[in-house]
C-alpha cells in the first residue's frame, strides 16, 4: 500500500513538474526568448505533452530560436493534432495546403507586378495643339475630363490596396512563414513604389500637355473669329471646371515606410 503511494507522489510531482516547465517555456515565448523556450518545448514535447508539440512545431516553422524546418514542424502538428489539438490540426492543415498552393506564396513574394492596378490604369490621351473651333473645344475638354476622372478611380484603387500586403489573400498569409511574410511586404513595397513614382509622372506630363493646349487654344480664341461661335464661351466654362474638386487630379499615398 504504502507502495502504491508513493508511485502515486511521484507521478503527481512529475505532472506538476511539467505544468511548471510548460508555464515556463510559455512564459519565455511571451518574452520572445525562443532559444530559451525551444529546449524546454523540445523535452515536454517528446514526452508526448500536445501542447508543447503544437508550440514546438511553431517554433520550426516560424524559424523562432532555430532554423525554420517545415518538415519538422509538420512532424510536431501532426503528434500534437492526434492527441486532439485543434489549433495544431489547423496549424497542420495550413502546411497541407502549401503543398498544392504554394505557387501562390512565390507569386506574392517575388512575382506580382500590380497587375490588378495596372488593368484599372489610363491611357493618356493626345491632346491637340490647339482648338479652333468650339466643337474642337468641346471634344477636347470631354478627353481632358474624362482622363481626370479615370486617372482619380485609378488613384483610388492604388490607395485601397495599401498599406503593402493589404490584398494579399488571407487563407496565403495563414500559408506564409514570417521569413515569407515579410519577403511579401518588401516586393510589394517596392511593386508599388514603381507604380505610384509611374503614375505621379504621368499625371505630370498630363498636366503640361493639357495647359499648353489650355493656353494655346485661350490666345487663339482671343485673336481669332472663333469668338463669334462660342469659343470664348465654351473656353470659360473649361476654366470653371478646372476649378472644380472634381476636375483636379489627386495624388497617389506612398507605401508607408517598412
Known amino acids: 500500500m504504502k ?25 519565455l515565448l511571451a518574452e520572445q526568448a525562443y532559444d530559451k523556450a525551444l529546449p524546454l518545448y523540445r523535452k515536454l514535447a ?24 517545415l518538415a519538422l514542424a509538420k ?3 501532426e503528434r500534437s493534432a492526434a492527441a486532439g489539438n485543434a489549433d495544431a490540426a489547423a496549424s497542420l492543415a495550413s502546411l497541407k495546403r502549401r503543398e498544392t498552393r504554394g505557387q501562390e506564396i512565390t507569386y506574392w513574394t517575388t512575382a506580382y507586378q500590380g497587375e490588378d492596378l495596372r488593368a484599372g490604369a489610363c491611357k493618356r490621351p493626345q491632346l491637340p495643339a490647339v482648338s479652333q473651333t468650339r466643337a474642337q473645344i468641346q471634344q477636347t475638354g470631354k478627353m481632358i475630363a474624362d482622363w481626370h476622372a479615370c486617372y482619380n478611380r485609378f ?6 490596396a495599401l498599406p503593402p500586403g493589404k490584398r494579399i ?13 515579410k519577403q511579401a511586404q518588401k516586393h510589394l513595397d517596392a511593386v508599388y513604389s514603381k507604380l ?12 503640361s500637355e493639357e495647359a499648353a493646349w489650355h493656353g494655346a ?28 474638386v472634381g476636375y483636379t487630379v489627386r495624388n497617389v499615398t506612398p507605401p508607408p515606410a517598412q
Not at 503527481?12 to 516547465?21: F, P, R
Not at 505610384?196 to 504621368?202: F, G, L, N
Request: charged content about 30%; some cysteine.
Open 3 to 27: 507502495r502504491l503511494l508513493c508511485i502515486a507522489l511521484l507521478a503527481a510531482a512529475g505532472v506538476a513538474a511539467a505544468a511548471d516547465d510548460l508555464a515556463q517555456a510559455n512564459r
Open 46 to 69: 517528446e514526452a508526448g505533452n500536445p501542447e508543447a508539440q503544437m508550440r514546438l512545431g511553431e517554433l520550426y516553422w516560424f524559424g523562432d530560436g532555430t532554423t525554420a524546418d
Open 75 to 77: 512532424r510536431w502538428f
Open 155 to 160: 488613384v483610388d484603387s492604388v490607395n485601397d
Open 169 to 181: 489573400p488571407a487563407d496565403v498569409v495563414d500559408m506564409m512563414t514570417p521569413a515569407e511574410g
Open 196 to 207: 505610384i513614382s509611374e503614375a505621379q509622372e504621368e499625371a505630370k506630363r498630363f498636366a
Open 217 to 244: 487654344t485661350e490666345a487663339y480664341v482671343k485673336t481669332e473669329s472663333i469668338r463669334n461661335d462660342g469659343g470664348r464661351d465654351e473656353i470659360e466654362r473649361m476654366q470653371t471646371m478646372r476649378r472644380q
